[in-house]
Nanobody, 119 residues
Framework: HVQLVESGGDSVQAGESLRLSCVAS???????MGWFRQAPGKEREGVAD???????RYGDSVKGRFTISKDNDKNTVYLQMNDLQPDDTAIYYC???????????????WGQGTQVTVS
C-alpha cells in the first residue's frame, strides 16, 4: 500500500523559488511520479512527471522554470520551482501511476496537496 505526503508549499513573491517534496511510503520505483496543480476555476493540470528511467515531461506553462527529480534511496520526489508567477498559484498534488500521459486519469495514487501562493 502506497501513501504520498507533500510538503514545502508556501506564500512567496513573484520571481522567487520554492521546492516541493513528496515522500512515499511503500514501493513506487516502477511507477511514474508526477506533480499536478489545481487553481480555483481551472481543471487539474499536469505540471511534470518522471519515470523509472529518469525521463521527464513538463507542462508547457512550466517548461524551463520547473524541474522534477527523485531520490530513490529516500523514496522522495521533488519539484524545484523557479521564477514563480501569480499564475502558478494553486494546490500542488503529488501522484504515482503507470499511465501513458501527463493527465490526472493516468495516475492512481494521490497525496493530500500543498498550497502554493504567489503574489
Amino acid at each position: 500500500h502506497v501513501q504520498l505526503v507533500e510538503s514545502g508549499g508556501d506564500s512567496v513573491q513573484a520571481g522567487e523559488s520554492l521546492r516541493l517534496s513528496c515522500v512515499a511510503s511503500g514501493y513506487t520505483l516502477p511507477m511514474n511520479m508526477g506533480w499536478f496543480r489545481q487553481a480555483p476555476g481551472k481543471e487539474r493540470e499536469g505540471v511534470a512527471d518522471i519515470n523509472s528511467h529518469g525521463s521527464t515531461r513538463y507542462g508547457d506553462s512550466v517548461k524551463g522554470r520547473f524541474t522534477i527529480s527523485k531520490d530513490n534511496d529516500k523514496n522522495t520526489v521533488y519539484l524545484q520551482m523557479n521564477d514563480l508567477q501569480p499564475d502558478d498559484t494553486a494546490i500542488y498534488y503529488c501522484a504515482a501511476g503507470n499511465g501513458l500521459r501527463l493527465i490526472p486519469t493516468a495516475f492512481e495514487i494521490w497525496g493530500q496537496g500543498t498550497q502554493v501562493t504567489v503574489s
